[in-house]
Structure formats: C-alpha cells, structure tokens
C-alpha cells in the first residue's frame, strides 16, 4: 500500500514558477514508477510527466516539454515537479500516482496507475 500526498500548488503569474512535491508512504516507493498528471475542469485527466523507479529515465507530454521537470528522491520518499515559464493553460488540479509495473508504453495511461494523490490545485493567471 502507497499513500501520496501532494503539496506546492498555488496561484501564480503566467511566466512564473512553481514546484510540486508528492511524499509517499511505504517502504516499496523506491519499485514505483512516478507520474503527474492533471485535470482542468470539464477535462479528462491528463498525462503531465513521468519517471521510472531509478530515476533514469523521464517522460513528458509534449505540451510541458522543455518547461516541466520530474525528478525523484527515494530516500526521501518524495516524487517533485518542477514548472517553470508557466502558461494560464497549464492551470489545473494536478495530482501525482504510483505505478507498480512501471512500463514504459504504458507509464501515459492514468487507468494503469495504483495509487492516487488528493490533488493540488495550480493556477497561473495572464
């Protein structure tokens, strides 16, 4: 069992920056694949970033590429998410998720995902 916790959401101007944590509980964090995704109201959840159980490999939507940035630290327990030149479109509920396989084809899927996080909200104004 995973729980995750998501914090570093808030309000800021577009061009700004922001970054999220995700704290996990349980002694297996280390064996996940880490992903962020996020949901903007009226729309489906959507893939934001991910990153394998080591760290070595990352993956991005094409829409946050070269902005956003997921990294790890498993000694810490703890998924982050660094966003920078923020765009009000990137307003949303973002929420970060654990995946035992961690499979590359799949690590975009948010119905391929284990554990949840209760969400935090971002809100880039123009």
């Known amino acids: 069992q995973v729980q995750l916790v998501e914090s570093g959401g808030g309000l800021v101007q577009a061009g700004g920056s922001l970054r999220l944590s995700c704290a996990a509980s349980g002694r297996t964090f280390s064996s996940y694949a880490m992903g962020w995704f996020r949901q903007a109201p009226g729309k489906e959840r959507d893939f934001v970033a991910a990153?394998?159980?080591?760290?070595?490999?990352?993956y991005y939507s094409d829409s946050v590429k070269g902005r956003f940035t997921i990294s790890r630290d498993n000694a810490k327990n703890t998924v982050y998410l660094q966003m920078n030149s923020l765009k009000p479109e990137d307003t949303a509920v973002y929420y970060c998720a654990a995946d035992k396989e961690g499979m590359a084809v799949t690590i975009t899927i948010p119905l391929l995902y284990d554990y949840w996080g209760q969400g935090t909200q971002v809100t880039v104004s123009s």
């Open positions: 990153i394998m159980w080591s760290g070595g490999s990352t």
